[in-house]
């Protein structure tokens, strides 16, 4: 009888873990699910088995994995390095072969023109920050 009881309580516990091992994945970087800068965040909700991997693909039918990710028990991800394009991922159990839904990721860098007049704005603010504590401390020096 003792066994029985055992046996129940592993097997109710294995359904339960199971039942969590494929939450919502949703992205949380807003609204419009568009990096500009090639990072982005991937979350999802409730626990996760050890063998869960994040895949990557460029299609939506993922025919081609072109990465996988370790993920952790944090519920989050970050990932960056990403060029324009669209991108594909779901998490995938090794186990029992079981996938997610998948999350669709647009990348698209602000242009170049925006980028180096960014650049030239920071750049000119800087001197003019340098400039002023040089002129404060010789102002500071002779008095």
Known sequence: M???????ILLVSSLF???FSFAEMKLKSGVDDVSKEGYFSLSWEGEVAESVRLEMASSEN???IERKYMINRDGKI???GYG?????????????NEVSNFVVVNVEHWPLDKAVTFFFVGLTL???LISTLLVCTRI???D
């Open 2 to 8: 003792r066994t029985f009881k055992i046996k129940l």
């Open 17 to 19: 873990l199971c039942s």
């Open 62 to 64: 993922f025919e081609a």
């Open 78 to 80: 970050t990932l960056s």
């Open 84 to 96: 324009d394009g669209t991108f594909y991922f779901r998490l995938r159990d090794s186990k029992s």
């Open 126 to 128: 800087f001197v003019c």
């Open 140 to 142: 500071k020096k002779t």
